[in-house]
């Protein structure tokens, strides 16, 4: 009962999100924002060069981000960030080596997520018929959450408290809370116990 609750709410939530698509123009934006793709590009390649938990590093991972990122996070270097602003990182969040964030429709990480190794976190992509024009829907990964090695959001999705996408999944639709999905495209294949989390 619980969870076919929660999985009505996520569906007609999806929906809602649906209209929330927002077109960017690359030719304008090119023209508009060169300054500032220039800042983040030049910024991203010395952190990716510098010694990782040192005070120079963590100094151009929070200029990078604009210094949206909470106390205790750290993101790891050899990463590929797109429109870094666009992206909120809350407390204690650790994201692993070899992360893709495009995050032209924006990106949100809530306290506690944890991101393993070559995810890639895609908030936009491009129209089909006009490929200059990007196609952006926010992605949000809510507490607690846990993103498997090489594992696949997509533009739109939400991924609940506490949920577990594994490792190499693609993940196409919103993943309800407590849930761990796996797979191309993700399916939900357990539900876990939310009394025996710690918060």
Not at 103 to 130: L, Q, R
Not at 137 to 155: E, N, Q
């Amino acid at each position: 009962m619980k969870l076919s609750l929660i999985l009505l709410i996520t569906i007609i939530l999806n929906i809602i999100s649906k209209n929330d698509e927002i077109r960017i123009d690359m030719r304008d934006y090119v023209k508009t924002k060169n300054e500032e793709m220039k800042r983040d590009s030049q910024l991203l390649h010395k952190f990716n060069l510098a010694m990782p938990y040192t005070e120079e590093y963590t100094k151009l991972m929070n200029e990078l981000f604009y210094n949206n990122i909470g106390e205790g996070s750290i993101v790891n270097n050899q990463l590929t960030v797109v429109v870094p602003k666009n992206v909120k990182i809350g407390k204690r969040v650790t994201i692993m080596n070899g992360a893709l964030l495009m995050a032209a429709g924006t990106i949100t990480i809530e306290d506690d997520v944890m991101i393993a190794a070559h995810a890639k976190i895609i908030s936009n992509n491009h129209d089909p018929y006009d490929r200059q024009v990007l196609l952006c829907k926010p992605v949000i990964i809510k507490k607690g959450a846990w993103i498997g090695a090489g594992a696949t959001i997509l533009p739109g999705v939400t991924i609940g408290k506490y949920a577990i996408v594994g490792s190499d999944s693609v993940v196409t639709k919103d993943v309800p809370s407590y849930s761990v999905v796996v797979g191309s495209p993700a399916k939900i294949i357990k539900v876990l116990d939310e009394k025996k989390f710690i918060e």
